[in-house]
């Protein structure tokens, strides 16, 4: 034992480094610890394959020792098996390696199935060779083989087309994961591509799997992708209106509303755009056609529309179309209505009592004002105003609230206050109304907005039958005026009376002409 042991070491020394392990030892490590720091996602798979490569080793190893313990006459199986795994081993790190790392780095994304071809290939490959190393008979091996792999081809016919189906649709690029696609009726994101099946998941939180040949012998669309274009898609929102409305009326009012608006996950070009669709014997039917940028928030991106276009057309004063139907009606009570008129007009009165710039007036003045009332309603984003635009109305706040805000040329926006109904100043719009003056600065929904809206020939009305209110209403004016440049200008007491005289007189001057 003593003189065997001696000899052995170098013997075995000696035979490893005839199959090359000596050399491929450090590679390996080398190429482990590159995928370790450069491919952090790869750890797992580069893990695996050092315990491959480990294994490998162990058995080329202990093969080794047994045949130079036993001779050369006994076969030694596991010294070729490690060999062969230490090949395998090494194939997965040259892949991860090029797949990776190089490719990343050359900005190459190359399908994930062309990673496990290339594999298998090398797999095949290097077990060829090494079966031919030990001298086994590759043309009997190959005939059987082609006997075995028609039986199994003829067996696994459905199989086989769902892995060439993955491998085609993967190589040509057609789905890619994250897709959306529509497959007859069901619509969902692609979420992984596998040999065998695609997995795609829709917005009902179902996991729905098909297999690759399915999406190969049929039609199935890519929603959102165009070339060359950003991932968006068009969508339809359906209202119908009454033929009493002109279609150009309706479509200026819904596309001006909806460019105004700041949608999320609408797109901003293409713009919104509103089309008549179909007209018959009572309504004309329309559709709002946008762009969604995030496919996943179909549907509340299509209510958020709605929800627009539905205060844009409460806004000009053009109703819905109802149903049709021909009924024959007996007027009981006219005077219900009539009743139903006044009690809203008591409402409305009520409303402007409490508004300051109205409170000199008598009780007469202010239902003049309120039968002129327009109930307008705003959703959340909407620009009420904007700031630079002409427009003759006083808006009243009834409901929800509204930021002021300053915009610069560069669009920057600053926050001059928030207005809230129930307060002194929850009205705005009073300068356009009285004066015709450009919008000062900009008003914008903070959440669904309800207002009653004045315009300048209701109020032209009361006005003539007492002048003396725009006194008033000046001398209230330039005071809030005044105020407000107070809070932003910090202007002592002396600077502020002399403003509130001078922008008194100004805003007279313009009331009257």
């Not at 105003?385 to 610069?408: K, M, N, P």
Request: hydrophobic share 45%; glycine share 6%.
């Amino acid at each position: 034992m003593t003189t065997t042991q001696p000899a052995l070491l170098p013997a075995m020394a000696d035979s490893l480094a005839s199959a090359g392990t000596w050399v491929l030892l450090p590679l390996v490590l080398l190429l482990a610890l590159v995928l370790l720091r450069a491919a952090p996602d790869q750890r797992e798979s580069t893990r695996s394959s050092m315990l491959l490569f480990a294994l490998g080793l162990l058995l080329l190893i202990g093969g080794t020792a047994f045949q130079i313990l036993a001779g050369d006459e006994p076969p030694n199986p596991a010294r070729q098996v490690g060999i062969l795994i230490e090949g395998i081993a090494v194939i997965r790190l040259v892949g991860g390696l090029l797949f990776h790392v190089v490719m990343p780095r050359l900005h190459f994304a190359p399908p994930s199935i062309l990673e496990d071809i290339l594999a298998i290939i090398g797999y095949i490959v290097w077990a060829i060779y090494r079966l031919s190393q030990t001298g086994v008979d590759l043309s009997s091996i190959v005939t059987t083989s082609a006997v075995i792999t028609a039986v199994l081809a003829l067996s696994l016919q459905e199989t086989l087309g769902n892995i060439l189906g993955g491998v085609a649709l993967q190589l040509d690029d057609s789905i890619r994961v994250n897709d959306w696609i529509q497959v007859g009726d069901l619509i969902g994101r692609v979420v992984d591509i596998r040999w065998r099946s695609i997995s795609i998941e829709t917005r009902n939180w179902e996991t729905v799997v098909f297999p690759n040949s399915m999406l190969t012998k049929r039609e199935f669309a890519i929603l959102g992708r165009r070339t060359g274009e950003p991932n968006q898609w068009r969508r339809w929102v359906w209202f119908s209106i009454g033929l009493e409305v002109s279609p150009r009326r309706v479509m200026r009012v819904i596309e001006e509303a909806l460019t105004r608006a700041n949608v999320p996950n609408v797109a901003a070009t293409p713009p919104p755009n509103c089309v008549t669709m179909d007209i018959n014997d009572s309504v004309i039917r329309y559709a709002v056609r946008y762009w969604l940028t995030n496919l996943h928030v179909d549907d509340p991106t299509d209510s958020a529309m709605r929800s627009r276009i539905f205060a844009a057309l409460k806004r000009a004063g053009i109703p819905l179309a109802y149903p049709s139907q021909n009924l024959h009606v007996i007027n009981e009570d006219e005077q219900k209505e009539e009743r139903q008129r006044l009690r809203t007009i008591d409402e409305r009165v009520q409303l402007l009592r409490g508004v300051l710039l109205f409170r000199t007036m008598d009780a007469e003045e202010l239902r003049m004002l309120a039968e002129k009332l327009l109930y307008t309603p705003f959703v959340a984003d909407d620009v009420v105003t904007r700031q630079g635009s002409v427009a003759h109305w006083l808006y009243i706040l009834v409901e929800g609230s509204v930021d002021v805000v300053l915009e610069s040329e560069q669009g920057h926006r600053r926050k001059l206050a928030r207005l809230e109904p129930g307060r002194d100043d929850s009205y705005f719009g009073e300068m356009g109304l009285l004066t015709g003056a450009p919008r000062a600065a900009s008003v914008i929904a903070v959440t669904d907005v309800e207002c009653y809206r004045l315009s300048r020939e209701g109020f032209e009305s009361v006005l003539r039958e007492r002048p003396a209110i725009a006194e008033e209403i000046s001398a209230i004016i330039a005071e809030r005026q005044a105020d407000l440049a107070v809070a932003h200008e910090q202007l002592n007491e002396a600077a502020r009376e002399a403003m509130t005289r001078n922008r008194e007189r100004e805003i007279l001057r313009s009331i009257k002409r």
